[in-house]
């Protein structure tokens, strides 16, 4: 595929950077060389903004990957499930380094973060295809596939296989909704109908902040604007979720019709379904979808037959950027450029996509916002509690016998999760991902809801033969690595963090270490630019508080002891020099 046939599939506008990039990178598995100064002048942007957005995304380099790039999910389940033994046992199959190119430049086997595929991991991605349930037979099956050369679409289909994995539904789950119908009664209500309503079913947003729906709506309708815009966030990048994955399979078409009938409600003429990279392979199921709606006149001019009812949907690809979760950065990275988080005020309502007023909600959110169309508010809001309205999809993985989604009223207890998919002996819960709260075993008959445990989805358990420690020591590699470096202090801190923890697991840590932590998280949380940076800590603080012996007995002592030698350093000095009397010792001559 040449230049011209990639531009010829996105608008030559610079907001279309990224998914020329990614459309390039998906045939070459890199960005050749002179392609990048080439994309530079189609699109009108500065070359230097074409290489910062390759190197900002994990997913794109200039640098040839191989012709197989197989990137190991590196999340905490994963770990549980024994990736680190598959990886490295593919890489002495293949005879490589991981995180290195094969010396005849075929394949190159790394790590990436959480794939959404927590629920049947160990999970990798080949050439951005997602492979689950690995295990030492499939491992070796893949290095005989790469090293007869076997093209990834022709790897056996099982492989690819992705379940729903559904273990207890409720309205969402089991709405049987038919393409029109919360359309036809949107229409019926109107815009300041169907934003009443809204407000009256109390449905907030399911990203986790819980900002009421009804409110953000109003707040872009009533924007001053002539273009106004819909997006939807389908990036669940936070580790241990994988809710709205099975959303977009089964209900697609609610999710559209939720973004739709935004678009009526605030009078925005196009929307956007911002997709996270590791779910590539949905693009094509959810654009045939988008294309049955356009047939059926549930999307483009005229929406049933309305005049100046004008609403459309086009897909983003993400390429790998857990911050792009955040909605000022999948705006950012909409418009073509890095996902960096904006300042705010203004919020997106009002300064969003291209700086008009723009609602983003995530899959949940829309699907949810379409049933309170269909049915009004007062139904939704008998369900759930009386600050948290409806019902809440948990992404559940880790130790138990049934991993999966399961859906319940807002006000359920952990306890009661805890039972229904089979969590024997559990020590810990991880609600709401690592930026969530870790909580212990005598915490458990608190509430899911927003007056009590908020979260995204995520719901990772822990059982008793778990080192709490080693779980804190992968989030703090995750927000080490998934940090955008665009403020010092998040860029900073969370490297020092992890340096931290890496010298209390290999043995040299004190108590001044975990002292330190404490003191890193009043950094961050007055100064870092994000939320990224604002929460890095919260997992190591929430362990340290209820499981500190898993991090005090890694300790070699508990006074305070520098994490360098200098005296140690100088002994080639004193070598070289002929010198090994007391004098020579920085001890003895601090003493």
């Known amino acids: 595929m040449d230049l011209e046939t990639v531009l010829g599939r996105h608008p030559r506008r610079p907001e279309s950077l990224l998914q020329v990039l990614r459309d390039i990178h998906e045939v070459h598995n890199h960005i050749p060389p002179g392609m990048a100064e080439q994309v530079a002048e189609a699109l009108n942007v500065p070359l230097a903004r074409v290489r910062g957005v390759i190197g900002f995304y994990s997913f794109l380099s200039e640098t040839p990957q191989g012709e197989y790039r197989l990137l190991f999910s590196d999340n905490i389940t994963d770990r549980m499930l024994g990736n680190q033994d598959l990886m490295q046992a593919l890489c002495g199959k ?13 394949v190159s086997v790394d790590a990436t973060s959480c794939t959404g595929m927590c629920d049947q991991g160990p999970a990798l991605l080949a050439n951005g295809r997602a492979i689950t349930r690995l295990n030492h037979q499939r491992i070796n099956e893949i290095a005989e596939l790469v090293r007869n050369h076997v093209p990834v679409a022709e790897w056996p289909a099982e492989f690819f296989q992705v379940d729903d994995n559904i273990r207890l539904s409720g309205i969402l789950l089991d709405c049987t909704h038919m393409a029109g119908q919360a359309l036809e009664a949107a229409l019926d209500r109107g815009k300041d109908g169907v934003i009443s309503e809204l407000n009256q079913s109390g449905l907030r947003g399911r990203g ?58 605030v009078g925005a003429k196009q929307g956007f379904l911002y997709l996270r990279g590791e779910y590539r392979y949905l693009l094509e199921p959810l654009e045939e979808i988008l294309a049955k709606r356009r047939a059926a006149g549930l999307l483009g001019n005229c929406i049933r037959g309305h005049d100046g009812f004008d609403f459309d949907i086009a897909i983003h690809l993400g390429a790998g ?109 991880q609600v709401g991902g690592p930026s969530g709260i870790c909580i212990g075993s005598h915490e458990f008959d608190r509430k899911l809801a927003f007056e009590d445990l908020a979260t995204a989805g995520a719901f990772m358990i822990f059982d008793d033969t778990r080192d709490m420690f ?27 963090l992890k340096s931290i923890m890496t010298k209390v697991a290999e043995g040299h840590g004190t108590r001044h270490e975990l002292n330190e932590v404490e003191c890193l998280d009043k950094v961050l949380q007055q100064s870092a630019h994000c939320g990224l940076g604002h929460t890095a800590c919260n997992p190591t603080l929430d362990m340290l508080k209820r499981f500190r012996p898993a991090f005090e007995r890694r300790l070699k002592s508990l006074d305070f002891e520098p994490a360098f030698d200098l005296d140690g350093a100088l002994a080639p000095a004193r070598a070289m020099t002929g010198r090994d009397d007391a004098r020579a010792h920085l001890h003895n001559e601090t003493s």
């Open 94 to 106: 293949l005879w490589l380094e991981q995180g290195k190119v094969s010396e005849d430049g075929l």
């Open 208 to 265: 986790g902040a819980g900002f009421p729906t009804g409110r953000k709506w109003a707040a872009c309708k009533d924007a001053q604007s002539d273009e106004r815009y819909v997006v939807c966030n389908a990036d669940e990048g936070e580790p241990g979720t994988f809710k709205d994955r099975v959303l977009l399979t089964r209900h697609a078409d609610l999710l559209f019709e939720g973004m739709t009938v935004c678009g009526l409600a």
């Open 321 to 429: 950027a857990y911050v792009c979760g955040e909605e000022s950065a999948l705006i950012e990275s909409l418009e073509g450029k890095r996902g960096i988080p904006r300042n705010r005020p203004p919020f997106p309502v009002t300064h969003g996509y291209l700086q008009k007023p723009t609602v983003v909600n995530n899959v949940e959110t829309f699907c949810a916002a379409a049933l309170v169309t269909l049915r009004g508010g007062d139904w939704y809001k008998g369900l759930g509690t009386a600050q948290s309205a409806g019902t809440k999809l948990l992404s559940v993985s880790g130790d138990c016998a049934r991993p999966g989604i399961y859906e319940y009223p807002f006000g359920v207890t952990v306890r009661q999760v805890l039972e229904d998919c089979g969590a024997a002996g559990t020590l810990a819960v």
């Open 470 to 496: 080693e779980v804190a020591h992968n989030f703090t590699d995750f927000f080490a690595h998934e940090s955008c470096g665009f403020c010092t202090p998040c860029r900073v801190g969370t490297s020092m």
